[in-house]
């Protein structure tokens, strides 16, 4: 029986077989002459990573700028010179010279056995030492050395002052120092306490009175009695 077959209704040859599809990932058979398999093709290469963005900034960087270490050169900004901080190193200058001036002209010499040394070095060394820390700082100054913002104030400089606590806690300190010889300071140091609490915005008028009286009490038995200053009783003398 052969591989060819034909159709029952009509004759002829029959049509040709359509040829096998060769499966292009089937190996070829190994070679029979050479007795080994055939060369297998190298992988395509991957084609290469795109360039990110800093790279391509560093590729088309000068020089110049590029480090000797690892990573793009950073420029540091030119520190700039506060000149107003020359105040106050001639401020603190001019404070030792006169503590200075001042011990040698006006304290004098020990007066006693008992005290060899006298009033005068202790003054005498603190202005040196005013000068010394006032030369640090102008020469910090002048090297571009600035002093830090304080990270734990919490300022708006924005925003515009608040003029009626300002003239509120003037005016409380201003009617303290005019009333504490005649009225004393129990009741200058309540009126002063107690203003200051209404400028800053508190407004428990009972309660800041009570916390007003004590504590002008108690500063005037702390001075009295600890430090032996008698604060001015007032109206109040004898009875305190």
Known sequence: MTDRTTRPDRGGDQPPRPAASIVPDQA?????????????????????????????????????D????????????????????????????????????????RIGRAINSADPIGPKPVPILLG?????????????????????????????????IDWRTVLLLIGA???NAVLIDRLGWVISGTILFWGSAYALGNRHYFRNLLISVALSLITFYAFAIGLGVNLPAGVLQGIL
Not at 39 to 56: D, I, K, L, N, S
Not at 74 to 87: C, K, N, W
Not at 149 to 157: I, N, S, W
Request: charged residues 20%; negative net charge.
């Open 28 to 64: 070829a058979p190994p070679d029979r002459e050479m007795g080994g398999l055939p060369p297998v093709p190298a992988p395509a290469a991957e084609p290469p990573p795109a360039a990110t963005a800093g790279q391509r900034a560093g590729a088309v960087a000068p020089a110049g």
């Open 128 to 160: 040196v030492l005013l000068l010394i820390v006032a030369a640090v700082y102008a020469v910090d100054v002048a090297r571009g050395g600035a002093g830090e913002p304080e990270a734990g104030e919490d300022v708006d400089l924005s925003t515009r």
């Open 173 to 175: 300190f201003l009617v």
């Open 66 to 105: 590029v480090p000797d270490g690892d990573g793009p050169a950073v420029e540091s900004p030119t520190p700039r010179r506060d000149r107003a901080q020359y105040g106050m190193c001639a401020f603190l200058a001019l404070v030792g010279a006169l503590v200075i001036f001042d011990a040698t002209t």
